[in-house]
């Protein structure tokens, strides 16, 4: 039967939220998400953001940068923003490179604050990982805008790479083959020939020492991925089964993705 309302349950410390639509869905995070930045900017004066970049955030985007939809004319100018990950070698006006998917839904719509984007065509990758590490440590990071992969990754913390212990904040994997196959899939790349086999990627303990995180999961390719984060083994078999032990975590999901869960 399909969900017509929002369904609320607890997985471990997750809270999720099963809505009946991806606009529902990007609704209702983006007005989570900005009441919480507006309290965090109203108590300490600013505050600092990692976003994911990836199809599965469109509906969440297009909501949080619209005050008739996420209920809130949030401070822009007073919040810092990174993102979490990109494809070793393309630049950041490369099509389909993280920092341009960023641009053109966020950054281009907002006077931001700050970005600070990871330079992932320089060709010195350890400095690059330094340096961006540098600047995650520089203070806590108040709020996670984030994903799940069809393999259950977050970021490209892929299972054969994924480390919940990870000594690493910053780090270039190889992407495993579901992961290159998900981009083709979301219409990312023409072809897996064409999608770079490695990338940056922030780590495992940045998600586990953020102080909250907004999990936003659409569609039904992501729905084996969310049964094994929400109700398998908490495992790097599945990175995101992790989440459930955060302490500030929401899942938001759509009817599509929630489809395989017994909840």
């Known amino acids: 039967m399909p969900i017509i309302t929002p369904h609320h349950f607890t997985a471990g410390c997750l809270a999720v939220e099963v809505h009946p639509d991806r606009a529902a869905l990007g609704r209702a995070a983006a007005r989570a998400v900005a009441a919480h930045l507006q309290a965090v900017i109203a108590q300490q004066g600013t505050a600092r953001v990692i976003f994911a970049c990836a199809p599965s955030q469109n509906e969440f985007l297009a909501a949080l940068i619209d005050p008739a939809q ?3 004319t949030l401070e822009w100018s007073k919040i810092t923003a990174f ?10 006006t490369h099509p389909q490179s993280f920092r341009h998917y960023l641009h053109e839904h966020l950054l281009r719509q907002v006077k931001i604050g700050c970005f600070h984007p990871l330079p992932a065509e320089e060709s010195d990758a350890v400095a690059v990982a330094a340096r961006y590490t ?5 203070q806590p990071i108040d709020l996670i805008c984030m994903g799940i992969g069809e393999n259950g990754h977050i970021a490209f913390n ?16 190889e992407l495993d083959l579901a992961c290159r196959q998900q981009q083709v899939n979301d219409g990312c ?14 780590t495992i303990p940045v998600f586990r020492q953020a102080r909250r995180l ?10 084996a991925a969310v049964l094994a984060t929400v109700e398998g083994p908490i495992t790097t078999a599945c990175p995101a089964s992790i989440l459930r032990q955060h302490p500030a975590a929401i899942l938001y999901l759509d009817s599509a993705a929630a489809n395989l869960l017994s909840s």
Do not use: E, N
Request: aromatic share 6%.
């Open 158 to 173: 892929d299972p054969p790479v994924a480390d919940f212990d990870d000594p690493l904040l910053v780090k270039v994997v």
């Open 134 to 138: 540098d600047l995650l440590r520089a």
């Open 189 to 202: 790349f023409p072809t897996l020939a064409a999608v770079p086999r490695h990338a940056f990627t922030l």
């Open 214 to 223: 907004s999990i936003q999961v659409p569609g039904p390719r992501k729905a």
């Open 70 to 72: 996420c209920g809130h």
């Open 83 to 92: 993102h979490m990950d990109d494809y070793v070698g393309l630049s950041g």
